[in-house]
């Protein structure tokens, strides 16, 4: 990459302070640049011109970009220096920049400056593909390449019928009535409602009516809304340990207290959070696949769970987030299929299953607390947009929801066998992999007291994603693991020479 | 509408349980109906097919209503009818009946029973519209005819550059990549909010950087956040009174105390908040347009409050639902751009200029504070779907945003000029018009000691919609009146039309 380092190009000669100096609208080619030719027509930025300032100061950089008097790779000043070169207020060169960068003119590099976008080509602001990795740093066969491999949450993206939601979006968004524009159900929208249950009838045991069913914009907002509903400041309540952490965060900043529940090979120890809080308001389980661990409930701990609720009048919040995804045999049913009393508080997302950019959930409520749902959702205006449940809708109607989930459920079974495999002959030896019946993550245990948090920083740097079982857990005593999401791997060969890389980093 | 009240055609003669009897997937006419050929082939629901019993209840109701057996207008049995008859779970029988609601073949009518769908034509599930009123309540002349005449809170619907913006979604959602389906910037897409950044700038005076901008989904979700953020239980909070309810509502729900301060021509009586409630934590105020009353802060009050706010280091939150719609003069710049010592939390909206279903808002907040809502925005994972946002920007970067509200002044000027003097001519006597410079509704007073409220009750009944000044209020001392939007009237005669609906109901 070709950088530049001389900034001289923004000062007019013999001027330090009006620096990007030219006069009307076909002010291109005029930049002040050492080389800009004697006598062209430069005059200063006009505060008072109808055109708004940051918007002569992107005309400026992009007409320079387009006459190549920028040309890609060229870094160009840093925000804050071009504030103190101009004299002008830092938003405005901020909204200046913002805008090159939303359009792809220049590209932010961190430490590294900010510089004209290499390989510029015309393209419009929206929806391009933004790389979250430095190329260079990702073996050139890993896909997709705007993702880090290992990438913790993620779906195969790969896999994602992306034509097909793309005519069923395209559909929608042409569809669209003056009746779609008002207000939407705060609810949700009254078909995707439909047909969520349906699913959750067929595919998790779940009887219950579209009433029951509220739409949230993903699994924070969801506990959000259930803390606002059924907690309160103050509150006591059963987390698993270790556990996914931002239910801990979510309830640490509505001042709701975690109580860390332990879990072994059946799950959480119901019988330890009884001794531990006996009257916490809530337990929040993941009893599919456990997360991260990914052990199932066992069926006595389930009813000991629900027991416990029911004596105590307490809530069980059941993050449901990939019990589609088992290999081993069919997917378990919900705990809350087991529901007899009204305790269990279901949350499902979409983020697993369709991708997490969707930000689309929803909350299965008991009967009895409909009512107090509504009137929540009511005051807070919960649900999403129309569009994406419009979509979601008809995704679920036509069959390919099923479809998909079906297609995923045998893809991940391939991928974890084939990622397990290779990273079991090339890291075996040093780090032995759990055997999981779900989930879409491996477990690597690391051995000989290495810490799980210093090989994840290290493999950052290297541009791998992992994450440390350390991160996940909050008492002290847990042991040292690795966490490998394998949904994206898409070979052996891929995740041989992945485990290479984290070899070398051991 | 033809009803049919003979539920018998659910039962098998002689049968009393089993009601819904056929086999196979070709049942449709098998239908246990007094008029069924005689010697069908029929047998019981089948708990333990494959196919779930609300598919086959689903599947028996669609195929009767396709085959003609159920016809255009034929009442259907209750839920709860159905669930006894048949003796299955509740929920079973909601679920059919709401994947048939949803798709289009029954209708619920309330108290009146489901029936099927009257005049049924085969149609998807999805973004169909809605009618929010019956069509034989609203006057034929009245468009859209899916809302309420005068229906508060709602732009001009048929105005809606609709083609413009199905074509950009169409084209956001094919040019998804899978960088796009990861986890979304949990503070808005930063295209966006580069594009809010630079229209706030040359239309609302406010000068901020792109990384101030908070994208939510919705005003309710601004003011959840800014509370989440700075504010805590027990806090006071300045309101103006009469003000928009939801606020109230909101604050209630996070249990912050509501202070009400009274609006005279002048906006917030600033001078009385003081006396009230000198240690309040926040003031929200709708500066441009006060809510409901439409008159603007003035100047004075406006320093006035920004110098208490600094005083108290207490916030000014800013309500501009709708700050583009003034037709006297060019807009008022926002309160925030006042702002010196960073006190103002600007909040915008698209509800009013673009549409309320599309779920999205906006917050500012100064540049200290900025590190705080990235913390409370990653703890609850705030932003909407990236598709909604990424269509919002193509509009705005296209130039479609800017055209859109300056096409709108000039329509809501006309609109609320011709229902002004329409309702004038009509009901001036009884109910004098206030005048005010801008907005989207119009106030009229009711005289001589009548029940705004009990007249909203009776339009409401009558199939139009108007609010009553008295819910907006929180004192008991407030005038009488009817707020009317007038954005969707499209002419005077149906205004004149509408007015004289009104006079019949006084």
Same mark, same amino acid.
């Given at each position: 990459?070709?950088?530049?380092?001389?900034?001289?190009?923004?000062?007019?000669?013999?001027?330090?302070?009006?620096?990007?100096?030219?006069?009307?609208?076909?002010?291109?080619?005029?930049?002040?640049? *050492?080389?800009?030719?004697?006598? @062209?027509?430069?005059?200063?930025? =006009? %505060? #008072?011109? &109808?055109? +708004?300032?940051? /918007?002569?100061?992107?005309?400026?950089?992009?007409?320079?970009?387009?006459?190549?008097?920028?040309?890609?790779?060229?870094?160009?000043?840093?925000?804050?220096?071009?504030?103190?070169?101009?004299?002008?207020?830092?938003?405005?060169?901020?909204?200046?920049?913002?805008?090159?960068?939303?359009?792809?003119?220049?590209?932010?590099?961190?430490?590294?400056?900010?510089?004209?976008?290499?390989?510029?080509? *015309?393209?419009?602001?929206?929806? @391009?593909?933004?790389?979250?990795? =430095? %190329? #260079?740093? &990702?073996? +050139?066969?890993? /896909?997709?390449?705007?993702?880090?491999?290992?990438?913790?949450?993620?779906?195969?993206?790969?896999?994602?019928?992306?034509?097909?939601?793309?005519?069923?979006?395209?559909?929608?968004?042409?569809?669209?009535?003056?009746?779609?524009?008002?207000?939407?159900?705060?609810?949700?929208?009254?078909?995707?409602?439909?047909?969520?249950?349906?699913?959750?009838?067929?595919?998790?045991?779940?009887?219950?009516? *579209?009433?029951?069913?509220?739409?949230?914009?993903?699994?924070?907002?969801?506990? #959000?809304?259930?803390?606002?509903?059924?907690?309160?400041?103050?509150?006591?309540?059963?987390?698993?340990?270790?556990?996914?952490?931002?239910?801990?965060?979510?309830?640490?900043?509505?001042?709701?207290?975690?109580?860390?529940?332990?879990?072994?090979?059946?799950?959480?120890?119901?019988?330890?959070?009884?001794?531990?809080?006996?009257?916490?308001?809530?337990?929040?389980?993941?009893?599919?696949?456990?997360?991260?661990?990914?052990?199932?409930?066992?069926?006595?701990?389930?009813?000991?769970?629900?027991?416990?609720?029911?004596?105590?009048?307490?809530?069980?919040?059941?993050?449901?987030?990939?019990?589609?995804?088992?290999?081993?045999?069919?997917?378990?049913?919900?705990?809350?299929?087991?529901?007899?009393?009204?305790?269990?508080?279901?949350?499902?997302?979409?983020?697993?299953?369709?991708?997490?950019?969707?930000?689309?959930?929803?909350?299965?409520?008991?009967?009895?607390?409909?009512?107090?749902?509504?009137?929540?959702?009511?005051?807070?205006?919960?649900?999403?947009?129309?569009?994406?449940?419009?979509?979601?809708?008809?995704?679920?109607?036509?069959?390919?929801?099923?479809?998909?989930?079906?297609?995923?459920?045998?893809?991940?079974?391939?991928?974890?066998?084939?990622?397990?495999?290779?990273?079991?002959?090339?890291?075996?030896?040093?780090?032995?992999?759990?055997?999981?019946?779900?989930?879409?993550?491996?477990?690597?245990?690391?051995?000989?007291?290495?810490?799980?948090?210093?090989?994840?920083?290290?493999?950052?740097?290297?541009?791998?994603?992992?994450?440390?079982?350390?991160?996940?857990?909050?008492?002290?005593?847990?042991?040292?693991?690795?966490?490998?999401?394998?949904?994206?791997?898409?070979?052996?060969?891929?995740?041989?020479?992945?485990?290479?890389?984290?070899?070398?980093?051991?």
């Amino acid at each position: 990459m070709k950088t530049n380092n001389d900034w001289s190009m923004l000062r007019e000669p013999g001027n330090g302070h009006h620096g990007m100096v030219c006069s009307g609208t076909n002010c291109g080619a005029d930049w002040s640049m *050492p080389d800009a030719k004697p006598g @062209s027509s430069i005059s200063p930025l =006009d %505060p #008072a011109a &109808a055109t +708004p300032l940051y /918007r002569q100061i992107y005309d400026r950089f992009r007409d320079a970009i387009a006459s190549g008097v920028l040309k890609p790779g060229d870094r160009i000043p840093s925000a804050r220096a071009l504030t103190q070169e101009l004299g002008l207020a830092r938003g405005t060169i901020d909204v200046a920049y913002s805008l090159l960068a939303a359009e792809g003119y220049i590209q932010p590099r961190g430490q590294a400056g900010t510089i004209v976008t290499p390989d510029l080509k *015309p393209r419009g602001p929206v929806a @391009s593909p933004r790389p979250r990795t =430095d %190329p #260079a740093l &990702a073996p +050139p066969s890993f /896909r997709p390449d705007s993702i880090l491999p290992f990438q913790m949450g993620l779906p195969a993206l790969d896999a994602f019928p992306r034509k097909v939601w793309a005519r069923l979006g395209a559909r929608c968004v042409r569809a669209m009535q003056p009746g779609d524009m008002v207000h939407p159900a705060v609810y949700g929208l009254p078909e995707l409602r439909s047909q969520i249950a349906a699913y959750l009838q067929v595919s998790r045991g779940i009887i219950c009516s *579209p009433a029951q069913i509220f739409v949230t914009s993903g699994y924070r907002h969801t506990i #959000a809304l259930i803390s606002q509903a059924l907690l309160k400041a103050g509150d006591r309540v059963w987390l698993e340990d270790p556990g996914y952490p931002p239910t801990r965060d979510v309830f640490g900043h509505l001042r709701i207290a975690a109580v860390p529940v332990p879990v072994d090979q059946d799950g959480m120890v119901v019988s330890d959070g009884i001794r531990r809080a006996p009257k916490a308001r809530a337990a929040v389980v993941t009893p599919a696949h456990q997360s991260p661990l990914c052990v199932s409930l066992s069926l006595p701990r389930r009813w000991a769970l629900l027991d416990w609720a029911t004596r105590n009048e307490s809530w069980v919040i059941e993050d449901d987030y990939d019990g589609e995804y088992r290999y081993v045999s069919r997917p378990l049913p919900a705990l809350k299929s087991l529901d007899q009393e009204g305790r269990v508080l279901y949350a499902g997302t979409f983020s697993k299953v369709l991708f997490p950019g969707i930000r689309l959930a929803y909350l299965v409520v008991p009967e009895p607390q409909v009512e107090r749902f509504e009137e929540i959702s009511q005051a807070f205006a919960g649900g999403g947009p129309q569009l994406t449940q419009a979509i979601v809708t008809a995704f679920m109607a036509e069959g390919h929801f099923a479809r998909h989930i079906q297609r995923m459920r045998k893809l991940y079974g391939e991928r974890r066998d084939a990622t397990a495999a290779a990273l079991e002959s090339v890291l075996g030896g040093a780090m032995p992999i759990d055997s999981q019946p779900g989930g879409m993550h491996l477990i690597l245990r690391l051995r000989g007291g290495r810490s799980d948090r210093e090989l994840v920083a290290r493999m950052m740097k290297a541009g791998l994603y992992g994450e440390a079982l350390t991160d996940w857990t909050m008492a002290r005593d847990q042991a040292s693991a690795l966490l490998l999401n394998f949904t994206n791997i898409g070979s052996r060969r891929i995740a041989e020479d992945l485990g290479r890389r984290i070899l070398g980093l051991l």
